[in-house]
């Protein structure tokens, strides 16, 4: 999450140069040819049924293909403000839908590390210097459609961490890395070529070019491999809780990297949020199993 929240604020002059779903098209391009190898199935794992089909699918259309659209085209109908406080309800819808669909018990002390969580970033989101830009965009006709994608973005997320969490009861990581990833390139394959047609790729800057390469890593293989490798060992209303560094860390990639400035209460919320992590990863006297139970079948 600390590397999804940097190549996020990274991206701003990706985002400035190529339209989003041009730049999700490429992304995904590269994400492929860097991943050929590991779509191979080992010897060691049974053949995709139907159901993993789906699941596979279903992780690429919500996790990459919808949050993407959601996300972009929601803060484009409000304020950056207003999606702060709304993706600060991130770790908690993760909770919520391990519990319902994975049946994962989800202990006090993880819901106390949510709201911490939640708390952490709604605060710093209302502490920032442009808070006055709600106010603005909570005026706007468009805005109640932009709320309502910036909630559909954290329902994709949601669905991505509890489908990726079923997914490794069955497959590598590096797998489900390589065949999400083609599912997502599959789906703005249409649109990509679309805009690729009328973009002007010789006015880009090779700067430019790097920086597109190092976030189609970062954002289709190492990010996501590694989000993959830890559901196998972590319970996904923990490892929700997680989610909470992605603002965090775009916010202190824009005060080093492109010089913005960090208020005080700023620097308060960021010490709320990362104690919510800490109460998630304490130690406990005793480890409960945090498996499905065993008297209900999962949706997923």
Known sequence: ??????????????????????????????????????????????????????????????????FTICMVTGVSL?????????????????????????????AARTWLAIALAVAGIGLYALSRPDAGAASAASASPQAWLGQMLLVGAVLCEAFYAVIGKRLTTSLGPKRITSI??????????????????RFDFGSVAWSIWG????????????????????LRNVPASQAGTFTVL????????????????????QALAFAIALLGILVATWPGRKRLAQHPSASGASPF
Do not use: H
Request: contains cysteine.
């Open 180 to 197: 999400v990833n083609l599912w997502g390139f599959a789906l703005s394959t249409p649109f990509g070529l679309y805009l690729a047609w």
């Open 211 to 230: 920086l597109l390469l190092f976030y189609a890593l970062a954002a289709c293989v190492w990010t996501v491999w590694l989000w993959m490798t830890g």
């Open 78 to 106: 409000t304020s950056a403000v207003t999606a702060g406080v709304t993706m600060a309800a991130i770790p908690a819808a993760v909770a919520l839908m391990s519990w319902l669909f994975l049946r994962e018990r989800v």
């Open 1 to 66: 999450m600390s590397l999804v929240g940097s190549y996020v604020a990274l991206s701003k002059p990706l985002a400035a140069i190529f339209p989003v779903l041009l730049l999700a098209w490429l992304r995904f391009g590269i994400g492929a040819i860097a991943m050929l190898r590991w779509l191979r199935k080992p010897a060691d794992e049974a053949p995709l049924s139907r159901r993993t089909q789906g699941l596979l699918f279903l992780e690429s259309l919500f996790g990459n293909f919808l």
């Open 246 to 265: 992605l603002p965090i860390s775009a916010a202190v990639v824009g005060m080093c990297v492109l010089g913005e400035r960090v208020t005080s209460m």
